[in-house]
């Protein structure tokens, strides 16, 4: 016996470039990466079937853009726990650099791969529609990430009350920020020296 039209499953029904699946870098679970020696940010959108592609290669873009804000943010608080900054140091000043960050490194984002499906899927009343799922990333050098990061904090440093000796933390703990949760080996990477 079928089921009711609007559990019909979610089907794709295209894909670009006529591909048979979705492409080995779209890793959904892994929407910031460092990845041969790039920082690579994954952003998404979904569009209906009749929209325009490229508007939406844009709003997933601009999605990859503040996951890398997102990132830094959390990767900002991981750090100041492990360098007992003190109680002073707190998810707001994480923001806020973060924010400078974003600043500094959204200027030298280069836009990366495109990825899009169609996908056939029913609503609550049972009408078969479509839309698109569209992925896009965008990505630097991770030295140049490092660097905007770096430069972010000791801009930050007197506004957001951190020791001065904080970015020498970070540069300290960079393998930990670069990875997921610092439970991922970080590939090797060069020193910089202070800004």
């Known amino acids: 016996m ?3 039209p609007e559990e019909a499953p979610d089907q794709v029904i ?18 910031f990466a460092v990845d041969s020696g790039n920082v690579v940010s994954l952003g998404e959108t979904e569009i209906p079937g009749d929209h325009r592609l490229d508007a939406a290669y844009r709003i997933a873009q601009n999605n990859a853009e503040a996951a890398i804000a997102g990132a830094i ?9 492990n ?3 003190g109680t002073g140091v707190d998810s ?21 791969k495109h990825y899009w499906e169609k996908i056939a899927y029913s609503t609550d009343t049972g009408r078969r529609l479509t ?17 905007a990061v770096l430069e972010a904090v000791r801009r930050s440093s007197g506004k957001a009350g951190l020791s001065q000796d904080f970015a020498d ?15 991922q080996p970080a590939p090797a990477q060069p020193s910089l020296a202070p800004l």
């Open 2 to 4: 079928k089921g009711l």
């Open 14 to 31: 295209a894909r670009i470039d006529e591909l048979d699946s979705r492409p080995e870098w779209l890793v959904e679970s892994k929407p």
């Open 73 to 81: 943010e959390k990767r900002l608080e991981f750090i100041f726990q």
């Open 83 to 85: 360098a007992e900054e």
């Open 92 to 112: 707001r000043q994480a923001r806020y650099i973060g924010a400078e960050a974003t600043r500094l490194v959204t200027s030298a984002l280069a836009p990366g």
């Open 131 to 147: 839309k698109y799922r569209v992925f896009a990333t965008v990505e630097m050098p991770e030295p140049d990430f490092k660097r």
């Open 169 to 183: 933390k970070v540069n300290r703990q960079w393998d930990s920020f670069t990875s997921f949760g610092g439970n």
